[in-house]
């Protein structure tokens, strides 16, 4: 059990790029949770998968936001033409599906738009 | 108004003190309150878990559920310099496994 990676862990870019982040959850952690946390704040919920089927999503995660995970094991969080809203921390967690099962963070991808 | 408020400190005590952080909450369909911890430049690490109201010790923690009041708490005894850091309350409706609401996080500092 190596924990949640996430994959790169700081992106800067320039407003109006396309960014793609990457998640690796726990093995055999059948959910999987994407996060947003701007400074100060805590964690805002996007979206997460049970499997590879995403079960709900944020109001946050408007249409230049997707999230798959194509095979019910890695995830990818792809936003496209990048605003400066969106600099923030991305966050990305898994368990196991159950009533009593806790969420396990990995330590995120701070996106910073120049 | 968020449904879920957190006094976001800085909170300053000396090393051995009883620190005490605190949350309410507006939804009284939340059953399932964590505290989580979170250093700088790392993600949240969950410290506590409780189902419903009540008491659930851990070590130097405790954390109370008091349902009627919507308000939650987490004690720390014997507060060590290492645990500085941002305390963060969260809460479900459905369980820990689906959508999290987070409070704001209380920076707490301990003084050696």
């Known amino acids: 059990d190596t924990g949640v990676s996430q994959d790169p862990r700081h992106k800067i870019t320039k407003r109006g790029q396309n960014v793609t982040f990457r998640c690796d959850p726990i093995?055999?952690?059948?959910?999987l949770y994407w996060y947003r946390q701007t400074l100060g704040q805590g964690p805002e919920f996007l979206t997460y998968?049970?499997?590879?089927?995403?079960?709900?999503k944020s109001r946050l995660l408007s249409d230049r936001f997707s999230a798959e995970r194509p095979k019910g094991s890695f995830s990818t969080l792809e936003i496209q033409r990048t605003e400066q809203g969106d600099s923030a921390m991305y966050l990305c967690?898994?368990?196991?599906?159950?009533?009593?099962?806790?969420?396990?963070f990995g330590d995120g991808t701070r996106l910073s738009i120049l | 108004q968020k449904e879920v408020e957190q006094d976001p400190g800085p909170l300053s005590v000396p090393e051995g003190a009883i620190v005490s952080l605190n949350c309410t909450y507006s939804?009284?369909?939340?059953?399932?309150f964590m505290w989580y911890r979170q250093y700088s430049r790392k993600g949240p690490e969950l410290l506590m878990y409780?189902?419903?109201?009540g008491n659930k010790e851990d070590g130097r923690f405790t954390a109370q559920v008091d349902k009627s009041s919507k308000y939650i708490s987490l004690f720390i005894r014997d507060s060590q310099p290492s645990d500085s850091a941002t305390y963060l309350c969260?809460?479900?409706?459905?369980?820990?496994?689906?959508?999290?609401?987070f409070g704001s996080g209380t920076r707490l500092s301990i003084r050696p």
């Open positions: 093995s055999e952690h059948n959910r």
């Open positions: 998968f049970q499997n590879e089927a995403q079960l709900e």
């Open positions: 409780t189902y419903s109201s």
């Open positions: 967690a898994s368990s196991f599906d159950g009533v009593n099962q806790p969420q396990h």
């Open positions: 939804n009284s369909a939340f059953q399932y």
């Open positions: 969260a809460m479900s409706a459905y369980s820990s496994a689906s959508k999290i609401i």
